[in-house]
């Protein structure tokens, strides 16, 4: 077995808004935590990135953030690549950076 590189795991914490905005989006299937973790590859290039909320119909809210500060909150559509082994679709969004999350246990 090859190690494979963690997570990135830079936080980002949420305004009172922001937290209010993603708990009460339709059918969000997660309780939204004030801080989150990048879910990204270690080291990679570009924002981070970490899931807001899922809402109905299977919208998937990201936050992304870079190191200076900035951020956005917003809709982008998921990774389609899946794990040929488990069959289960990439957790992260379409065009992200690094490995794909089900490859990165
Ligand atoms: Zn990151
Ligand atoms: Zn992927």
């Known amino acids: 077995m090859t190690e494979l590189p963690p997570w990135c795991c ?3 914490e949420l305004t009172a808004e922001e937290v209010a ?3 009460g989006l339709p059918d969000g299937a ?6 989150r973790p990048c879910e990204i590859q270690e080291g990679h290039e570009g924002v981070h990135m ?3 909320q899922a809402a109905k119909d299977d919208v998937e809210w990201w936050i992304l953030w ?6 956005e909150i917003g809709v ?5 690549i899946e794990d040929p082994e488990s069959e289960h679709q990439c957790v992260l969004p379409l065009g992200h950076p ?5 490859a990165l246990d």
């Open 50 to 52: 970490s899931l807001g």
């Open 98 to 102: 690094g490995r794909c999350g089900f």
């Open 76 to 80: 982008l559509p998921p990774c389609e």
């Open 10 to 12: 830079v936080p980002v």
């Open 30 to 35: 997660h309780t939204v935590e004030s801080v």
């Open 21 to 23: 905005f993603l708990d």
């Open 66 to 71: 870079d190191d200076a500060g900035g951020r």
